[in-house]
């Protein structure tokens, strides 16, 4: 009866290695495709591609911190009583609760909606950089008064996509 049960605690741990032998192995399989996908760049079969400057992953809290300092802070009163709106309360469509004069709140320069401070630094900081409601971009490529006067806020990324660095060195 002893025998039997160190028969299954050895067959416990011989099947837990395997286990853990075959994930570390499965976990292997992306690199060893680079690696092979790498020697093929140098053996020059398949031309060398580098990518561009403008593709540099820009650390995520940088971004978030940035985005953050720029979409104001305001009271919910002071957005309602700007807008010369009746009601006194509207719906935060991030937490789904009512925001009511007092509430911290962040005001969108593009579209202009409105959403607790607290639930919109909590989108932003899941590293979305766009409107929670209209999927407009949360900060304006243009100033304000430009997009209002008739300009054209997506015409920078539109010259970016089409021209590339090129278009970026230009406007330096």
Not at 45 to 64: D, G, I, K, M, N
Not at 101 to 114: F, I, M, S, T
Request: aromatic content about 4%.
């Amino acid at each position: 009866m002893g025998s039997s049960c160190f028969t299954q605690a050895l067959c416990n741990l011989l099947l837990g290695l395997l286990k853990d032998i075959l994930l570390v192995v499965l976990s292997c399989i992306p690199l060893l495709n680079r690696a092979l996908l790498s020697e093929k760049h140098t053996n020059g079969s398949v031309a060398e591609s580098r990518p561009s400057p403008l593709l540099v992953p820009v650390p995520v809290h940088c971004t978030t911190e940035m985005i953050k300092d720029r979409v104001p802070v305001l009271d919910f009163g002071c957005v309602l009583e700007r807008s010369g709106a009746r009601r006194v309360d509207s719906l935060c469509v991030v937490c789904l609760k009512l925001m009511k004069g007092g509430d911290e709140v962040r005001e969108l320069c593009n579209c202009c909606h409105v959403f607790h401070r607290e639930c919109l630094n909590a989108w932003i900081d899941e590293g979305q950089v766009t409107c929670p409601l209209c999927r407009a971009k949360l900060l304006p490529s243009q100033g304000k008064d430009e997009v209002k006067s008739g300009g054209d806020p997506w015409r920078r990324d539109r010259m970016i996509y089409l021209f590339g660095e090129d278009y970026v060195m230009g406007t330096s």
